[in-house]
């Protein structure tokens, strides 16, 4: 008898995260976390009674801490958003490139146990990297800065949602490119949208393109940010946080759908 | 009863045909050798059976089921030609992994492991990464794998690449023992002499069509090796 599809799934999905810790780009990960970390202790620690001044007129910190606060926040998930990507555009084609995922695909498993189980694994990775990094930061934010902890909880579960969804299309696109054109198509893609959802944040227009992208691409940075607001003046009324939301629930169902339509196509051994 | 069958099966890559109108079967219980020159499309043939890939044309049945059907792939244990383990992993924990895999758990799955590690004598190797082990180790592992949970149809690629002497003669016993315990065997393979002494039936393949299939004795004239049968029947 078939093994319960809940049992096939935990075993690969623990073997995947397994696999995925002893990758040896793991140490790199966690020296870059920690340096994201002293960057951001550096950043806040002016916080308190120390002023600036903007256009020959005093202004105290903590009124600007919040866009601080904002602007770090957003980096750090995109980071995390990267960071997923990256770790998801070889972990499934590695095994089907080299061969190793034939042996455990000739058991009684489903091709998409296996895909989403990789999927779980490599987003263990970003996702335990995340939380460290995020919540530590939003921690160093609401103790300096005063900045309140539950818009932070919002943006992180927004950046999860988005890293699942780069981290979906990055493992689809290298069942069909090449390890290093998959990796380039995260940096292009996850940067691309980041930028377009910047501007029309803040107003800006950056034609039809723009607004193709702005309308139908998953909301990486606005997510992030309308999360956050919060910390900061409304930036653009246009945006509803709840259309945001469902924008991201459909973008993580359809990425999901593209992954698993992917590699039931790909023929292994060919 | 059938343990799998193609049914005019061809397969083609681009403008290459690696299958022909296939028609081959396996019964419950037998062993059948599938022999043919290099590139003869032996295993597109048993990757078709296993899913990797389908049929341009044709029907596969694997226990009866689409082999796209995981179900149809309860029981079956597949090692490859070019055997390939996740080297970050030990051998202890890939064939927990495979154990749960096949259905076993528990103490159960503890027995078997430990008695497949003993059987293909890598006890004492147990606890390496896969990717340290040479050639002819990783080979016993695919086997160790191949044998948990007793599997009822073995479907083997060339299982004697890369063994020494003694492991082909430990292959061919390990073959032999689940033959006797009624497994179903399809064994690709241009090693004819082991061929001839674990198989009941042979099938040749030459340039994607089938040109022989048949008993072992029918197969082979008097005064004829398996050897002098491939030649004469794959030089027509």
């Known amino acids: 008898m078939r093994p319960a599809a809940t049992t096939v799934f935990r075993a690969l999905a623990v073997e995947a995260f397994r696999d995925a810790m002893r990758r040896r780009i793991v140490p790199v990960i966690a020296v870059f976390a920690l340096l994201s970390l002293l960057a951001v202790d550096s950043c806040t620690s002016c916080a308190g009674s120390s002023q600036v001044v903007e256009n020959g007129t005093r202004v105290s910190v903590d009124d600007i801490s919040g866009w601080t606060g904002m602007l770090i926040f957003t980096v750090l998930s995109l980071w995390v958003m990267v960071l997923a990507g990256l770790l998801a555009s070889d972990h499934l084609a590695e095994t089907v490139l080299d061969g190793s995922a034939h042996l455990t695909l000739a058991r009684p498993v489903r091709r998409s146990e296996f895909a989403l189980a990789r999927l779980a694994g490599s987003l263990g990775i970003a996702y335990t990297t995340g939380v460290v990094v995020l919540s530590v930061s939003a921690y160093l934010l609401h103790l300096r800065s005063g900045v309140p902890l539950g818009a932070a909880i919002w943006a992180g579960l927004a950046c999860a949602a988005a890293a699942f969804v780069v981290a979906a299309l990055a493992m689809a696109l290298s069942l069909v490119l090449a390890r290093i054109a998959a990796a380039m198509s995260v940096l292009f893609f996850v940067g691309a949208i980041a930028l377009v959802n910047a501007f029309a944040l803040f107003g800006v227009s950056l034609g039809r393109l723009g607004e193709v992208v702005q309308q139908f691409a998953p909301p990486l940075c606005t997510a992030v940010v309308v999360a956050l607001e919060p910390w900061i003046a409304p930036v653009n009324p246009d945006v509803v946080p709840a259309i945001m939301v469902l924008k991201l629930a459909l973008w993580m169902i359809a990425s999901v759908l593209i992954l698993l339509a992917t590699f039931q196509k790909r023929e292994l051994g060919s | ?236």
Not at chain 2, 60 to 74: E, F, H, M, Y
Not at chain 2, 188 to 194: A, G, N, V
Not at chain 2, 209 to 218: G, R
């Open chain 2, 1 to 236: 009863m059938i343990a799998l069958e193609l049914i005019g099966v061809s397969k083609c890559y681009g403008s290459r045909d690696a299958l022909r109108g296939v028609d081959l079967s396996l019964a419950a219980g037998s062993a059948l050798g599938l022999l043919g020159p290099n590139g003869a499309g032996k295993t597109s043939a048993l990757r078709i059976l296993l899913g990797f890939t389908k049929a341009s044309a044709g029907t596969v049945r694997l226990q009866g089921l689409s082999p796209r059907d995981p179900a149809s792939r309860v029981g079956v244990a597949y090692l490859p030609e070019r055997l390939q383990l996740p080297g970050r992993m030990t051998v202890l924990s890939f064939l927990k992994l495979h154990a749960t895999l096949a259905g076993l758990n528990g103490s159960e799955l503890e027995r078997d492991v430990e008695s497949v590690l003993e059987q293909a004598g890598l006890s004492a190797r147990a606890s390496e990464r896969l990717g340290s082990l040479s050639k002819g180790l990783t080979q016993r592992v695919g086997f160790a794998q191949a044998f948990l949970a007793r599997p009822k149809i073995l479907i083997m690629d060339e299982p004697t690449s890369g063994l020494d002497p003694i492991g082909v003669r430990d292959a061919r016993d390990w073959i032999l023992a689940a033959r006797r315990r009624g497994c179903s065997i399809l064994v690709s393979s241009h090693l004819l002499s082991e061929v001839e002494r674990t198989c009941d039936q042979v099938a040749i393949i030459d340039e994607g069509s089938l040109v022989a299939n048949d008993a072992l004795d029918e197969l082979v004239e008097p005064g004829e090796t398996l050897e002098d049968a491939f030649v004469r029947l794959v030089a027509k």
